[in-house]
T-cell receptor
């Protein structure tokens, strides 16, 4: 089955700086890659996703890049703010679009230092 | 839309007791997923349904776990008998064509 590795497990950045979280996946058939943000005691919430026919996608301060050849994808957050502090999860699925289960990475605890 | 609704929010039970977790997906979503979250293992997919039919239950850890989806608006996850190592947050999520929407989760503590 699919295996998703996520790094780093903890990331501390100064407010205003950029943060990058990286994930690799094992199954070359995977074609849907969402990112979730989870605040303490809350549910995971989708913040951005990308499909295999796209190399990069951006939504305001958040961007995701995908390299299918290398089987890795990354989340980029620019101009970080205190409210960006949370745990971020990457995930992958084969059929995507909710048709099959997501395999999640172990998460990255992002800490924004004031 | 009220989103994915899970109940109860918190459950404390004694080892050996039966526990039933409930989920109401978003209306119109045809896929439903049960996940378990722990510090050690992260988010694990337990089972998922498409159009009320169980598709993949390979993530269900043991026969003590079972899940049903009798109709498009309701699903249950049952643990019988419960054990302390079952303590975790259990999330239900539903989806249609896009990303998943998670419920608020049930925090289960087995003592």
């Amino acid at each position: 089955g699919e295996n998703v590795e996520q790094h780093p497990s903890t990331l501390s950045v100064q407010e205003g700086d950029s943060a990058v979280i990286k994930c690799t996946y094992s199954d070359s058939a995977s074609n849907y890659f969402p990112w979730y943000k989870q605040e303490l005691g809350k549910r995971p919430q989708l913040i951005i996703d990308i499909r295999s026919n796209v190399g990069e996608k951006k939504d305001q301060r958040i961007a995701v890049t995908l390299n299918k050849t290398a089987k890795h994808f990354s989340l980029h957050i620019t101009e970080t703010q205190p409210e960006d502090s949370a745990v971020y999860f990457c995930a992958a699925s084969i059929r995507g679009g909710g048709a099959d289960g997501l395999t999640f990475g172990k998460g990255t605890h992002l800490i924004i230092q004031p | 839309d009220a989103g994915v609704i899970q109940s109860p929010r918190h459950e404390v039970t004694e080892m050996g007791q039966e526990v039933t977790l409930r989920c109401k997906p978003i209306s119109g979503h045809n896929s439903l997923f049960w996940y378990r979250q722990t510090m050690m293992r992260g988010l694990e997919l337990l089972i998922y349904f498409n159009n009320n039919v169980p598709i993949d239950d390979s993530g269900m850890p043991e026969d003590r776990f079972s899940a049903k989806m009798p109709n498009a608006s309701f699903s249950t996850l049952k643990i019988q008998p419960s054990e302390p190592r079952d303590s975790a947050v259990y999330f239900c999520a539903s989806s249609t064509r896009g990303g998943y929407t998670f419920g608020s989760g049930t925090r289960l503590t087995v003592v």
